[in-house]
């Protein structure tokens, strides 16, 4: 149990133009969820958590009219990359969280964004 | 502590060895570790966590030593294979008001030579 799964694995974009990227718990539900966000040879680096039904919680320096975090259900939360340029191409990965825990995650398989 | 940007740090090992990677984290009130496992291309994939009230925790092959006093976290892997290739990450467990979040640490790069 405790699959995490995230849609589309890779997607190639042109600069300007907005991508959605879904992040689903398969087989739990999750009151919260996680999106990070990973450049080459990096460390993970958390943009947002994101809330069942609330706004979302960027962390310090991340752009919330950049990347739109939308929670809607226990099951999915969706990042939205808007006019996404160049120097947003990185490996975007999401986890969740089961409700009622506060510690442990399960991560989803990432999503390499590539802006040309 | 939150990474900021380093580039990884490599380990390389003979196959059958063991090995060891470090971590430190910064923040004091942690009370829960987690080691990752991450592949090229893939999400992290949890190898064993720990708690503030162990130093230690044994899984198969995987052992956790956790030092509060100097806030350092060490991941051994006993007899390294080729497969444990990849970039390992510690993780603390940060909690605040409005739940918990993991801050990763910057993660080591892990090459096991046959």
Known sequence: GAVVSQHPSWVICKSGTSVKIECRSLDFQATTMFWYRQFPKQSLM????????SKATYEQGVEKDKFLINHASLTLSTLTVTSAHPEDSSFYICSAMKAGDYNEQFFGPGTRLTVL | GESVGLHLPTLSVQE???SII???YSNSASDYFIWYKQESGKGPQFIIDIRSN???RQGQRVTVLLNKTVKHLSLQIAATQPGDSAVYFCAESVIYNQGGKLIFGQGTELSVKP
């Not at chain 1, 958390?46 to 809330?51: P, Q, R």
């Open chain 1, 46 to 53: 958390l943009m947002a958590t994101s809330n069942e039904g």
């Open chain 2, 22 to 24: 470090n971590c430190a």
């Open chain 2, 54 to 56: 162990m130093d230690k």
């Open chain 2, 16 to 18: 059958g060895d063991n």
